[in-house]
T-cell receptor, first 111, second 110 residues
Framework: NAGVTQTPKFRVLKTGQSMTLLCAQDMNHEYMYWYRQDPGMGLRLIHYSVGEGTTAKGEVPDGYNVSRLKKQNFLLGLESAAPSQTSVYFC??????????FGSGTRLTVV | KQEVTQIPAALSVPEGENLVLNCSFTDSAIYNLQWFRQDPGKGLTSLLLIQSSQREQTSGRLNASLDKSSGRSTLYIAASQPGDSATYLCAVPYGQNFVFGPGTRLSVLP
């Protein structure tokens, strides 16, 4: 089915380790986003991209980096994971801001 | 800054009831509003997208209305079923992004 695919679905990291979350969409959407969702905090925007080769900071960008080398992929990197980055991460895409399609999420635990 | 609130935070109803979920936003200069459903441990599923030129949007037992002037949207669920149990979130555009409400957790009891 067409949509947004996130990998991996689950991951446990040790403090200080690095990892990359991959988001892929096959709807030719220009805009892509990375959110984190924490209990009592709702969805918070980490980084976003309005097109291939572009990225911008969202509400909570510290500790994360992103890249959009291809239109269909948006990567979220953690260079040195911290326990505060334990969360559920969602990728989303949209066509110029009209409507969102979400991935199924990545549950990350940093110990 | 756009702020989105949702009332109530949680709702528990018996099966078959009609119910209304509320979403309020502070900046009325929006071009659309979207309602989502999130099941526990799952991602968000889009339910309805209302353009600013529309006042209502319907999908099956769901009806969403939008009143930009008052900064409000409501999601009406008719003849609720246990399968409707989930968290419902509204989202409005802000700049190049969306701002999400905190959600209403709905439980429909059989």
């Amino acid at each position: 089915n067409a949509g947004v695919t996130q990998t991996p679905k689950f991951r446990v990291l040790k403090t200080g380790q690095s990892m990359t979350l991959l988001c892929a969409q096959d709807m030719n959407h220009e805009y892509m986003y990375w959110y984190r969702q924490d209990p009592g905090m709702g969805l918070r925007l980490i980084h976003y991209s309005v097109g291939e080769g572009t990225t911008a900071k969202g509400e909570v960008p510290d500790g994360y980096n992103v890249s959009r080398l291809k239109k269909q992929n948006f990567l979220l990197g953690l260079e040195s994971a911290a326990p505060s980055q334990t969360s559920v991460y969602f990728c989303a895409s949209s066509y110029s801001g009209y409507g969102y399609t979400f991935g199924s999420g990545t549950r990350l635990t940093v110990v | 800054k756009q702020e989105v609130t949702q009332i109530p935070a949680a709702l528990s109803v018996p099966e078959g009831e009609n119910l209304v979920l509320n979403c309020s936003f502070t900046d009325s200069a929006i071009y659309n509003l979207q309602w989502f459903r999130q099941d526990p441990g799952k991602g968000l599923t889009s339910l309805l997208l209302i353009q600013s030129s529309q006042r209502e949007q319907t999908s099956g037992r769901l009806n969403a209305s939008l009143d930009k002037s008052s900064g409000r949207s409501t999601l009406y669920i008719a003849a609720s079923q246990p399968g409707d149990s989930a968290t419902y979130l509204c989202a409005v555009p802000y700049g190049q992004n969306f701002v999400f409400g905190p959600g209403t957790r709905l439980s429909v009891l059989p």
